[in-house]
């Protein structure tokens, strides 16, 4: 009987080759002035629409009043949001490529043993649903090949010209480690010649994974924000000694608290990547300048209202919605990512025309709403993180909320009365009076089983 892993490993192989071989037109493209940048994202759009038109029914019916041909990027705004639900309400509709149905997807992803292809070279995968909703979706070869090149072009260009030459690179992938996350595939993959690469699981107990991790020695980190972050702060706390000089954070907003813990620590390179397994890449940071630079060769982001209307650059914005110009199997057209972005003005340090985005601090779906009196108090997730991630006694915290507050589970030894009283204080300012909050030491935190991603902010389901 045939081995999964051998059959997958051979065609991935392949398609890494391929990446391999694509990846230096993605490079050059980084220098490309504002015009290039226009002219190819437009030529891309109109391609896409077209497309997209002629062979989903879903798209067919919401394109019918604009002309591929000629549209830009402010037509797009004619057209309604896609929602993460409908993406899968009519998923059947949606899909363009010959290959499985939803049901056929669904059985892929009950069958498979490990990560595997279709018979036309099609990925599915599976994301858990940070907004509620379970996602499954078809990567097409070329859109692997996008995305993978998008996530490490910039890190491969300044290996590339770094003069430095040391020992053999090792790469540490923190990830789901198991299918059916996408984050494995698009993670484990070399960005320097003779560089090695190890998947550790970051769902595993954390000293499994530190023990992992110690035993490699990585030159190089990728992996989840907060996974790295609570790395780095066993390292400053000298309970691991590694000192990677590249770190690139995936999968989960890169918060303050965990970048300055990453710094303080290896003061290394940090690429910061905002993604979706929807659109793939949508942003990176270029490791000098501030935010992340947007992916605008293949990604088109619209700032909107709770309307969906476009907002100025100096508006503020409810929600983005992105059009992902390289995903025809199943194309994602004025998609509501569920984030909130903010434009960043001027030139960055690295000399790029891509424009930039703050870093991705939070979906607007973190913050909690309470009924009081009939009326909705909102309050920010910042409230919670001001306090919890500022407290160097704690290494990981998660925030449920409750009827009348929150419940929240740290893992390190705070002084527990003195962090519940400041958070009291900070949710009161906010409109929740007499706030109940209640915190409580935990050994670890549960990461979803899928993805080993870890969800910060956890909603009263209603």
Not at 301 to 327: M, Q, Y
Not at 380 to 388: D, E, I, Q, Y
Not at 394 to 423: C, N, S, W
Request: with cysteine; glycine share 8%; charged share 25%.
């Amino acid at each position: 009987m045939s081995d999964p892993r051998s059959e997958y490993q051979r065609l991935r192989s392949a398609h890494l080759a391929e990446v391999s071989a694509t990846l230096q037109g993605h490079i050059d493209r980084l220098d490309w002035s504002r015009e290039q940048i226009e002219r190819y994202r437009d030529h891309r759009l109109r391609s896409l629409l077209g497309y997209a038109r002629q062979r989903s029914v879903f798209h067919a019916r919401r394109l019918s009043g604009i002309d591929p041909d000629t549209s830009g990027v402010a037509d797009l705004a004619a057209l309604p949001v896609m929602t993460k639900q409908q993406a899968q309400d009519e998923w059947d509709a949606i899909i363009t490529a010959p290959g499985p149905d939803r049901a056929g997807a669904e059985q892929v992803l009950a069958e498979q043993q490990w990560f595997s292809y279709t018979p036309l070279d099609q990925q599915v995968f599976s994301s858990g649903g940070s907004s509620g909703v379970r996602g499954v979706y078809v990567w097409s070869w070329p859109f692997y090949i996008s995305a993978t090149c998008l996530a490490w072009r910039i890190q491969a260009r300044d290996e590339q010209r770094s003069a430095e030459h040391r020992e053999p690179a090792r790469l540490a992938v923190l990830c789901a480690a198991v299918p059916p996350h996408a984050s494995t595939p698009l993670f484990d993959v070399p960005t320097a010649g003779g560089m090695s690469t190890t998947v550790i699981e970051a769902g595993a107990p954390f000293d499994e994974a530190a023990e992992r991790v110690a035993a490699l020695d990585p030159t190089h980190l990728v992996g989840y924000a907060t996974v790295i972050g609570r790395l780095a702060r066993a390292t400053s706390a000298g309970d691991l000694a590694i000192r990677p000089r590249r770190v690139s954070t995936n999968s989960e907003p890169l918060l303050p608290e965990d970048l300055d813990a990453i710094r303080r620590a290896w003061d290394p390179v940090v690429y910061n990547l905002w993604g979706s397994t929807e659109i793939g890449v949508q942003a990176v940071g270029c490791g000098r300048g501030e935010g992340l630079h947007i992916c605008e060769d293949e990604v088109i982001l619209e700032r909107v209202d709770d309307a969906g209307r476009p907002v100025g650059p100096d508006e503020p914005a409810t929600r983005t919605l992105a059009t992902g110009l390289a995903n025809r199997a199943f194309p994602f057209i004025r998609y509501d990512l569920g984030d909130e972005v903010t434009l960043l003005p001027g030139e960055c340090p690295c000399g790029s025309s891509f424009r930039r985005v703050a870093a991705v601090a939070g979906r607007r779906d973190d913050d909690f709403g309470y009924d009081v009196g009939g009326d909705t108090v909102t309050v920010p997730a910042s409230a919670f993180r001001h306090v919890l991630g500022a407290d160097p006694r704690i290494t990981e915290y998660q925030v449920v909320q409750t009827g009348d507050g929150a419940e929240i589970l740290v893992v390190g030894a705070p002084d527990v009365d003195a962090v519940r009283a400041a958070l009291e204080d900070g949710v009161v300012r906010y409109g929740l009076q007499r706030p109940e909050i209640s915190v409580r030491v935990v050994d670890r935190l549960e990461r979803h089983r899928g993805s080993g991603k870890l969800k910060r902010f956890v909603a009263l389901k209603r």
